[in-house]
Nanobody
Framework: QVQVVESGGGSVQSGGSLRLSCVAS????????MGWFRQAPGNEREAVAH????????YYADSVKGRFTILQDNVNNTVYLQMNSLKPEDTATYYC????????????????????WGQGTQVSVSS
């Protein structure tokens, strides 16, 4: 059983920065893709950024390009989401995702394709 554990999140003012961390433990050979999705109240869960940890291919949602960076640490099976220049519209619950999917790093990967989820961490950005 793959366990996905997140840390980070919190409340910041607009323009601030936060860093999320996620580690996928055990049976890591069953996972090639790790990333972050987010869900605001009343909205569907949407992809923010994901990375193929074997090939290094990355995907970013248009809304976060240039502000968010996904980083991988393969030694520790960890990915990070560095979030800069945060905006109120970034407010949501952020979920770490881990799965095996060759579409990782492409826009076509969606929440229904993810096998394993973290518990979610709240990010709140005030104006």
């Amino acid at each position: 059983q793959v366990q996905v554990v997140e840390s980070g999140g919190g409340s910041v003012q607009s323009g601030g920065s936060l860093r999320l961390s996620c580690v996928a433990s055990r049976y890591i050979r069953n996972v090639n893709c790790m990333g972050w999705f987010r869900q605001a109240p009343g909205n569907e869960r949407e992809a923010v950024a994901h990375i193929d940890v074997m090939r290094g291919t990355t995907y970013y949602a248009d809304s976060v390009k240039g502000r968010f960076t996904i980083l991988q640490d393969n030694v520790n099976n960890t990915v990070y989401l560095q979030m800069n220049s945060l905006k109120p519209e970034d407010t949501a619950t952020y979920y770490c995702a881990a799965t095996w999917d060759l579409r990782c790093g492409q826009p076509s990967l969606s929440a229904v394709d993810v096998a394993y989820w973290g518990q979610g961490t709240q990010v709140s950005v005030s104006s």
